[in-house]
């Protein structure tokens, strides 16, 4: 498996995390802030069935998604999510653009986070009787203030936030604690409410089993009531683990991330159901539907209509800032899971490591995608569903093929089981709202235009992190250092001894050298030319009883002989001649060989990548081409 960087989150010897409750605040900023607009959205998908199909959604929540990602954070610790499973399971470019393309739909996931969220947050501001008057009409603008001014939290530091994320959460929380009791105190002490909405379930559907039938069809609509889980392993890097976890073997911070989901998971499912009943049963369906007063705001509505005026306006302070927040936690994860990939796959230069950078590519997309979606709650839905439910279907197959691949089986038929309803709700999904996919696909294609030209860019560099001799490559280095140390570079085919007889007297009569001169050859087997940088190591073999010879495996011959000639150069301080043959064939599909299978034209490139690399000439190792 390809070595991982940390991601710019990822926990240093001074910071030693944060306690699992408290990084459940920060993914909860995302979880918990969807009932900001989930029964809203339940409300006009499913009518009067609304609280069954939240049900429905609450089981698949508990015994789906749940053992899925307690599974993930086992597999993948370090933030990585079940990408970094899947990525594992394919190789070369085929598991690149895999990746990428998982990559574009969690960028679709929780970029729409980032830009729902504000646009709901602007929603509750802009709807609030108090403000409405002033503030009608200015949504994408107050929607880019408040992206912003998310932007800024990042770009000053992260340190802070999740403490402010805990305060958030639990004044949320607690207010959305008052609103369903009173809301349930209404439903109980008007026995009709419950009569009216039974009498409407059974004029609307025949039987239970209708009702259950209609309720999965449905339940796609409400896919975003599961939008936090894949935030939750994305933030896993900020928990707190035991005195004795190491990166490979992080137990507690594993254990704390399944304390971590469970807790969430729990919390959301009763107030999902809790919530899902009031408003259906105390708010008229027209105030549903876009423009009504409870349109994008349906427990905001319940607290103006039964608590007030004053605390339905600190009702919707808490909503804003939650929902405003509630896009950290998605930043968080990008700015933990980008840098992780494109920059090791050469598909990002070598600032998208850095945050700041990162968060000011990430704002502006955010801008963008504002606008094109007039900072709508409705119109950005599908997209976010999508991406949810993508990335959660992933998840179940991954987790599946490591449950087989561990021959555990009654986990593999259950995580089976699981993919398979994951799989149907994002196909209906996709089907009833394309424009989701689309989405993604832009998201998707960006990602990769992007990713190739930065490979492009970067296709020169010197893509070695280290080079390690071993004792005999190291014993062949110090016997030429006192005179010209003269390397030839062979594509080894049969490695008999005519081929290297051959090659040592074609390259001897090429470029006239004495016979008396030593020659070292340096061979290079590309091993997975997708890869971008590597360590080098360095074997050292005579064959034929007189042929010295170095061999070297990596995902490119150019950089590998570049990084080879520079590191013998300062072990040396000679300056290593290195002799090549011309390579026969187009120019052209000779790049195109190099950049696709680190191969092709190798001279003129070795010498590029030195150039480059070593922009003082008296110092670049010599390269001869016969």
Not at 1 to 6: E, G, I, S
Not at 441 to 446: D, E, L, Q, T, V
Request: proline share 5%; net charge neutral; glycine share 8%.
């Amino acid at each position: 498996m390809a070595k991982q960087h940390p991601g710019p989150h990822a926990q240093s010897p001074a910071h030693k995390g944060q306690r699992w409750w408290r990084v459940m605040c920060l993914t909860g900023l995302d979880y918990f802030s969807t009932l900001g607009y989930q029964p809203g959205i339940a409300a006009l998908a499913a009518g009067a069935l609304s609280p069954v199909a939240t049900i429905v959604l609450v089981l698949v929540t508990l015994f789906g998604a749940l053992p899925v990602y307690r599974r993930v954070a086992q597999e993948s610790p370090h933030g990585e999510g079940s990408i970094a499973m899947l990525e594992r399971l394919l190789s070369f470019w085929k598991g690149k653009l895999f990746v990428l393309a998982l990559l574009g739909f969690a960028a679709t996931d929780f970029l729409i986070t980032i830009t729902l969220s504000a646009a709901d947050a602007t929603a509750h501001l802009v709807e609030n009787p108090h403000l409405s008057s002033a503030l009608g009409g200015k949504q994408v603008l107050i929607t880019l203030v408040l992206i912003a001014l998310l932007g800024g939290v990042f770009l000053k530091g992260f340190s802070e936030a999740i403490g402010l994320a805990v305060v958030l959460v639990a004044v949320y929380l607690a207010l959305n604690v008052v609103v369903v009791a009173v809301g349930l105190w209404q439903v109980l002490t008007d026995p009709g409410l419950i009569t009216d909405w039974t009498d409407a379930l059974s004029a609307e559907h025949s039987s239970p089993l209708a009702m259950i039938g209609v309720a999965l069809v449905v339940f796609p609509k409400l896919a975003l009531g599961l939008s936090g889980f894949e935030t939750g392993v994305a933030v896993m890097p900020h928990i707190e683990g035991d005195p004795d976890d190491t990166e490979e073997k992080p137990t507690g911070r594993i254990r704390g991330a399944r304390k971590l989901l469970t807790t969430a998971a729990l919390i959301m499912s009763v107030a999902l159901i809790t919530t899902s009943f009031i408003t259906t049963l105390l708010i008229p369906k027209a105030a549903f539907e876009p423009g009504g007063e409870a349109n994008g705001r349906a427990l905001a509505y319940l607290a103006h209509e039964y608590l007030g005026g004053a605390f339905g306006s600190v009702y919707d302070l808490s909503t804003i800032l939650i929902l405003w927040f509630a896009g950290a936690s998605a930043m968080a994860g990008l700015l933990n899971l980008m840098p992780r990939y494109l920059p090791r796959y050469g598909m990002a230069p070598h600032w998208a490591r850095a945050v700041r950078p990162m968060v000011l590519v990430l704002t502006a997309i955010a801008f963008l995608v504002t606008w094109i979606f007039d900072a709508s709650v409705d119109a950005q839905g599908g997209a976010y569903a999508t991406g949810v439910l993508v990335l959660i279907t992933s998840a179940a197959i991954a987790v599946t093929i490591a449950a087989h691949a561990a021959r555990q089986r009654h986990w593999t038929v259950g995580f089976a089981v699981i993919a398979a309803v994951f799989v149907y709700t994002t196909a209906a999904n996709i089907a009833e709202r394309p424009d989701g996919v689309k989405i993604g696909a832009c998201f998707i294609a960006g990602i990769i235009l992007v990713s190739v030209a930065s490979r492009l860019a970067r296709a020169f560099e010197l893509r070695v992190t280290a080079v390690t001799l071993d004792e005999v490559a190291d014993r062949f280095v110090r016997d030429t250092a006192h005179r010209t140390i003269r390397l030839i570079a062979n594509e080894p085919n049969s490695r008999d001894l005519a081929e290297y007889r051959d090659k040592a007297h074609q390259i001897r009569t090429d470029n006239a050298l004495p016979v008396e001169d030593d020659l070292v050859f340096v061979e290079v087997t590309v091993r997975d030319p997708s890869d971008f940088e590597a360590e080098l190591t360095v074997h050292g073999e005579v064959l034929h009883d007189r042929y010295r010879v170095l061999t070297l495996q990596h995902s490119s011959v150019p950089n590998a002989l570049a990084a080879l000639l520079l590191h013998v150069r300062d072990r040396t301080g000679q300056q290593p001649h290195i002799y090549f043959e011309w390579t026969e064939g187009n120019p052209f599909a000779q790049f195109l060989r190099f950049f696709l299978f680190g191969q092709g034209e190798v001279a003129p490139v070795t010498r590029e990548v030195l150039r480059e690399a070593e922009p003082d000439r008296t110092r670049r190792p010599r390269v001869h081409v016969g």
